[in-house]
């Protein structure tokens, strides 16, 4: 970041005083994140990001149900831990640079770690009742208090249009390359038919939830090794329960990282899939439905069939939406999570036999 810019941001948020360096941070695929930290200090004292707008066009609406969640919270559990912004010297939530872009401060919280993979049942279980205790805690709200951040951001049926619009549009080498990917793609079409069944019966109940739930998304403690707390409030916006559940059996019961290239390594834990209903359900025992306990695995199921083709589309797009660091990093995220969907798949009817029914 040039020097200027920064010194801009610094005073706007009142820090200018400080001698921070400043890094890009974390592996997050659509803001900009950077640390702020002081030479000699072991841990940054900040987060400061910058909003990718091209995906959030309105910033404020995260703000906006940060503070409707927040101050809801609050009333009911004071010692509730739940990642701050620190408003500009002007009391704005954001600060907008000269070029119109947007950004946020946060405190660092220390003696934590993220990670990619989670290493034990126990703390896939401790991270599943912590977005399970979130959406229980905010269970009184007034939905319609809520934004819709995004709209149609977890809709399966608009995924498939989406990927449908890239696939016509899309470069003949690129085109080439997905031919094999097709196949399989065509082989789980059927997930998108039941999704829409689902939602025309409206067999679940609209809540609050995080909708980005994955692993990366909670700040473990160093010492305890349990989750602290839960980062990235970006989409937190009316859903339903498949999101959740549905990112956390995406991002934990497999043991690589979701751009492992080499698709022999990619294992489905079946005992973490144990421990994360069971954490989900713990937390939301007094308030799941029976439709919604009877589709937490197919949430697993239809999240990751939409990151695959989430993915998919970005490659067929040339890799507008995510951040890439090499040129088949969406095309290798894709195969990715279509290995992963046919270990889950494979295993639906025994794993929601034994815990669902
Ligand atoms: C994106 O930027 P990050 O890592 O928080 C994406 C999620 C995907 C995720 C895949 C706004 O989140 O929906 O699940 O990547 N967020 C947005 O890891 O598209
Ligand atoms: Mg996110």
Not at 241 to 248: E, F, N, T
């Amino acid at each position: 970041m040039e020097i200027e810019k920064y010194q801009s941001i610094a005073k706007a948020f009142g820090i200018e005083n400080r001698q921070f360096q400043c890094n890009p941070f974390g592996t997050g695929h659509i803001n900009f994140t950077f640390s702020l930290q002081e030479t000699n200090e072991p841990e940054p004292d900040y987060i400061l990001q910058k909003i990718n707008t091209h995906v959030f066009p309105d910033p404020e609406k995260i703000a906006s149900n940060w503070n409707a969640a927040e101050s809801f919270i609050r009333r009911l559990d004071t010692d509730y831990q739940m990642i701050k912004f620190l408003p500009t010297m002007d009391g704005n939530n954001f600060f907008r640079d000269e070029d119109g872009e947007y950004w946020r401060l946060i405190p660092f919280v220390k003696n934590t770690f993220t990670c990619e993979t989670v290493e034990t049942p126990e703390q896939a279980y401790q991270t599943a009742s912590a977005f399970g205790n979130l959406t229980r805690l905010l269970n009184g709200v007034t939905i319609s208090d809520f934004q819709t951040i995004l709209s149609d951001f977890h809709n399966l049926s608009f995924r498939e249009w989406q990927f449908n619009e890239a696939l016509a549009k899309a470069d003949f080498e690129r085109l080439e390359v997905v031919k094999e990917l097709l196949i399989t793609k065509k082989s789980f079409v059927q997930i998108t038919t039941e999704f829409e069944s689902i939602q025309k019966q409206k067999l679940l109940p609209i809540r609050i939830f995080h909708i980005d739930a994955k692993i990366s998304n909670i700040l473990f403690s160093k010492g305890t090794r349990l989750p602290v707390c839960i980062v990235d409030y970006d989409t937190l916006m009316p859903g339903t329960i498949l999101s959740d559940v549905g990112d956390m059996l995406r991002s934990m019961t497999s043991d690589t990282v979701e751009d492992e290239a080499d698709l022999s390594k990619i294992k489905f834990r079946e005992d973490f899939v144990a421990s994360i209903l069971d954490g989900y359900l713990d937390a939301m025992k007094n308030i799941i439905t029976i439709n919604e306990k009877r589709l937490l695995y197919f949430g697993g199921i239809v999240l990751v069939y939409m990151q695959a083709i989430r993915f998919l589309t970005d490659y067929l797009e040339n890799d507008r939406y995510y951040h890439i660091a090499y040129s088949t990093q969406n095309l290798v995220r894709a195969q990715n999570q279509f290995r992963l969907l046919a270990l889950m798949a494979e295993k639906r009817t025994e794993i929601e036999r034994k815990f669902l029914v």
